[in-house]
């Protein structure tokens, strides 16, 4: 009789949500590759930031070797156009990237459920875009301050997700997601400065919000992947292969607890209001 009952009982949906941090996200390729080897199967993927690029590029199927190889191949200054200080990048060079290597889709026809999070400066929201221009969507969620021109999408005007929640572990729960995985490729975000130069407080300012930002998906999340990426730079692609490794030497060192979410003997967190309310689903 159990085993009768058993053939009627809901899979279980596993998400998971790919934080922010600039070049140090090239330590998601490394968890990626990790899943790939344990055979997992999200059910969900969400990102921020750079943790959108690497969470279409899982959602649309791609393998952690080809997602590498498309990163060897970018230069900063394929990104990043502008040449003058203080003077934002349009956003040309990642819709680019994204339209080269993905098409010109929409998230819709990603192979799995995916939604990359921004903020319209407009209204100051955090928004959730599950359908709409994928090299749009994704250039939007990038989009930090000062560094980018904000996009626009629709009637909003995008800047980077990382603004409002950093590590969207909250995401994939409201699209029934009974378990989260947030992987964190910058956990030593937050260092201070004994500056007292303009560029340098407002730097250290910016890591301090970006913590407080990044509790959040520690809170929302069953499990997180702590990347320790300090000795690289978020603004430059370099130390690419060792960036990889840390990824992938903190999953598998976190493979046991993986693998019991996948299985649904890992203690699951009271149901509770994720901020849901705060958030413009799209």
Known sequence: MKNFFNLFKRKIKVGVAFGGGGAKGMAHIGVIKAFEEYGLD???????????IMGAAY??????????????????????????FFVPSKTEGIESMMRNNFGDINIEN???????????????KELCISKGNLA?????????????????FGNYLLCDGGLQNNIPANIPRFFDCDYVIAVDCNSTRTYGTESSKTLDVIACALRILMKSNSIKGYL?????IACDTKKFKSTELEGIDEMVEIGYRNAIDMMPEIMKIFAGKYPKKKKKDYGKDDILFI
């Open 136 to 152: 749009k969507v994704v250039a939007g969620s990038c989009c930090v301050p000062g560094i980018f021109q904000p996009v626009q």
């Open 42 to 52: 999200f059910d969900y993927v969400a990102g921020t930031s750079v943790g959108s």
């Open 59 to 84: 959602a649309s199927g791609m393998k952690s070797n080809e997602i590498l190889k498309i990163a060897k191949s970018m230069k900063t200054s394929d990104i990043r156009t502008s040449k003058v």
């Open 110 to 124: 990603l192979k799995k459920p995916f939604s990359a999070v921004a903020v319209d400066i407009k209204s100051t």
């Open 220 to 224: 929302n999340a069953d499990l997180t």
